[in-house]
């Protein structure tokens, strides 16, 4: 069968790393997965502007393991459009930036009258231009859009595509309140792009539920759950020295600490982990216990630091690290004696995952998809809960031997995920949409 995967995605992350999110890792891993299977024939493709494509096709030549993989795009006026890129932006650019007293000089009136040429010719070119080869798609089995709304020229193709969509959550539109504007236009155009035909990829349970709760459009038995995976990048280091190196890269004292990894935000609910670690340790007076928020800053994240800021306390004891690089995280996990990740709500919860099989003890929410995650292995609790939360943070701190017990849960738990299995039920899932 043949494939059409859309990696639009990866082509942002190429060039702005804070967009390599748990849904860039997710995209990517699965095309990894494709690629390997020998169970289909895989075309990349992208959506959207000129610029995107071009995003994209720089990502794969960067990266070995795909940069083999064909993109089916319209390619006889690709070579045009990267000339007319190169002369019309810089361009624009020196026109933009040039002083006033300037920008009536004859030399710069005909650049000016070039620029509305080229600006004709660009948008022009932009209206006809199709991100997909027709021929690609007049030869593809299967579209797959692992995020991005089915755009309509695979909705209305004449051909018998078989379409899939992958929903990650419907948290922007069952709890809004966690959510800008955009974030909820994204999701709504999601769904609002699938119909009766078309088939749609959950990452979990838990989501599949809530989509099927939210939208009649769907035929439960058109949606598939694909359980994700950590990435390899994510394992036990047991080497001391690189932990202690890769803490000191990040500010991070030579002493015991708690590590809580996600964006910023109010739906990760961080100001609880705040709260509790302050709490900890002043009522048992610990001295030596730190706190250490890795993400990157997402919205109304000014409330996260005010609790910080405004107590004396824990401005030494919490350590906020900003983006942390991939090849660092592994260290960061494991030199934790605990990670907590007490969000609200989740469509899987990739953290506590990468934590898990760090060999880390994990203390989660027991909301929305975290139980699927942690199973057993982990604590789970009310998103609410502090005094819970405080409880469980004082026995991992003062008992290595249920430290030492969860890390071989969190190791077994771990296994129970992986992007192969996640490749196999996708593929199980295209095979049973071509033989219904």
């Given at each position: 069968?043949?494939?059409?995967?859309?990696?639009?995605?990866?082509?942002?992350?190429?060039?702005?790393?804070?967009?390599?999110?748990?849904?860039?890792?997710?995209?990517?891993?699965?095309?990894?997965?494709?690629?390997?299977?020998?169970?289909?024939?895989?075309?990349?493709?992208?959506?959207?502007?000129?610029?995107?494509?071009?995003?994209?096709?720089?990502?794969?030549?960067?990266?070995?393991?795909?940069?083999?993989?064909?993109?089916?795009?319209?390619?006889?006026?690709?070579?045009?459009r990267r000339l007319l890129q190169n002369v019309y932006h810089p361009l624009n650019q020196k026109l933009d930036n040039l002083p006033l007293t300037q920008k009536l000089l004859p030399d710069i009136?005909?650049?000016?009258?070039?620029?509305?040429?080229?600006?004709?010719?660009?948008?022009?070119?932009?209206?006809?231009?199709?991100?997909?080869?027709?021929?690609?798609?007049?030869?593809?089995?299967?579209?797959?859009?692992?995020?991005?709304?089915?755009?309509?020229?695979?909705?209305?193709?004449?051909?018998?595509?078989?379409?899939?969509?992958?929903?990650?959550?419907?948290?922007?539109?069952?709890?809004?309140?966690?959510?800008?504007?955009?974030?909820?236009?994204?999701?709504?155009?999601?769904?609002?792009?699938?119909?009766?035909?078309?088939?749609?990829?959950?990452?979990?349970?838990?989501?599949?539920?809530?989509?099927?709760?939210?939208?009649?459009?769907?035929?439960?038995?058109?949606?598939?759950?694909?359980?994700?995976?950590?990435?390899?990048?994510?394992?036990?280091?047991?080497?001391?020295?690189?932990?202690?190196?890769?803490?000191?890269?990040?500010?991070?004292?030579?002493?015991?600490?708690?590590?809580?990894?996600?964006?910023?935000?109010?739906?990760?609910?961080?100001?609880?982990?705040?709260?509790?670690?302050?709490?900890?340790?002043?009522?048992?007076?610990?001295?030596?216990?730190?706190?250490?928020?890795?993400?990157?800053?997402?919205?109304?994240?000014?409330?996260?630091?005010?609790?910080?800021?405004?107590?004396?306390?824990?401005?030494?004891?919490?350590?906020?690290?900003?983006?942390?690089?991939?090849?660092?995280?592994?260290?960061?996990?494991?030199?934790?004696?605990?990670?907590?990740?007490?969000?609200?709500?989740?469509?899987?919860?990739?953290?506590?995952?990468?934590?898990?099989?760090?060999?880390?003890?994990?203390?989660?929410?027991?909301?929305?998809?975290?139980?699927?995650?942690?199973?057993?292995?982990?604590?789970?609790?009310?998103?609410?809960?502090?005094?819970?939360?405080?409880?469980?943070?004082?026995?991992?701190?003062?008992?290595?031997?249920?430290?030492?017990?969860?890390?071989?849960?969190?190791?077994?738990?771990?296994?129970?995920?992986?992007?192969?299995?996640?490749?196999?039920?996708?593929?199980?899932?295209?095979?049973?949409?071509?033989?219904?």
């Amino acid at each position: 069968m043949k494939v059409l995967y859309n990696i639009t995605l990866l082509g942002a992350g190429y060039y702005y790393p804070l967009s390599r999110t748990g849904i860039f890792r997710v995209i990517e891993n699965l095309a990894y997965g494709l690629k390997n299977s020998n169970e289909c024939d895989l075309i990349f493709c992208s959506q959207g502007s000129p610029q995107i494509l071009f995003d994209v096709l720089d990502y794969l030549q960067s990266n070995s393991e795909l940069a083999g993989v064909p993109i089916g795009y319209q390619s006889k006026d690709l070579k045009f459009r990267r000339l007319l890129q190169n002369v019309y932006h810089p361009l624009n650019q020196k026109l933009d930036n040039l002083p006033l007293t300037q920008k009536l000089l004859p030399d710069i009136l005909v650049l000016r009258t070039i620029r509305k040429v080229l600006t004709y010719v660009t948008q022009t070119a932009n209206s006809l231009y199709k991100p997909i080869s027709w021929h690609n798609l007049a030869e593809a089995d299967i579209y797959h859009s692992p995020y991005e709304p089915i755009p309509d020229d695979i909705r209305k193709a004449a051909t018998p595509i078989q379409k899939f969509l992958t929903v990650h959550d419907l948290i922007p539109i069952i709890h809004p309140e966690f959510f800008d504007l955009q974030d909820n236009d994204t999701v709504e155009r999601a769904i609002s792009s699938l119909d009766p035909e078309s088939w749609v990829l959950c990452v979990s349970q838990s989501t599949k539920d809530d989509l099927c709760n939210y939208s009649s459009i769907i035929d439960p038995s058109r949606v598939f759950v694909t359980h994700l995976a950590a990435s390899k990048l994510f394992y036990p280091c047991l080497d001391s020295q690189h932990i202690k190196a890769t803490c000191s890269k990040y500010n991070i004292p030579n002493a015991p600490y708690i590590l809580s990894l996600s964006t910023l935000e109010p739906r990760k609910n961080i100001d609880l982990t705040i709260r509790c670690f302050l709490q900890l340790i002043q009522q048992e007076k610990i001295q030596d216990l730190n706190l250490v928020l890795v993400g990157a800053k997402g919205w109304k994240y000014d409330k996260i630091f005010a609790e910080i800021s405004k107590n004396p306390v824990l401005k030494d004891r919490i350590i906020t690290t900003g983006y942390v690089a991939d090849e660092d995280l592994a260290a960061l996990y494991s030199g934790a004696i605990a990670f907590v990740y007490p969000s609200f709500y989740e469509g899987f919860g990739l953290p506590p995952l990468e934590a898990m099989q760090c060999g880390v003890p994990v203390i989660t929410s027991n909301t929305s998809s975290l139980p699927e995650v942690v199973g057993d292995a982990g604590i789970t609790l009310d998103p609410k809960d502090a005094d819970g939360l405080c409880h469980s943070l004082l026995e991992l701190y003062n008992q290595p031997g249920l430290r030492k017990s969860m890390s071989y849960k969190s190791l077994e738990q771990a296994k129970k995920f992986s992007w192969e299995k996640c490749t196999q039920q996708t593929l199980a899932a295209y095979k049973t949409a071509l033989s219904a």
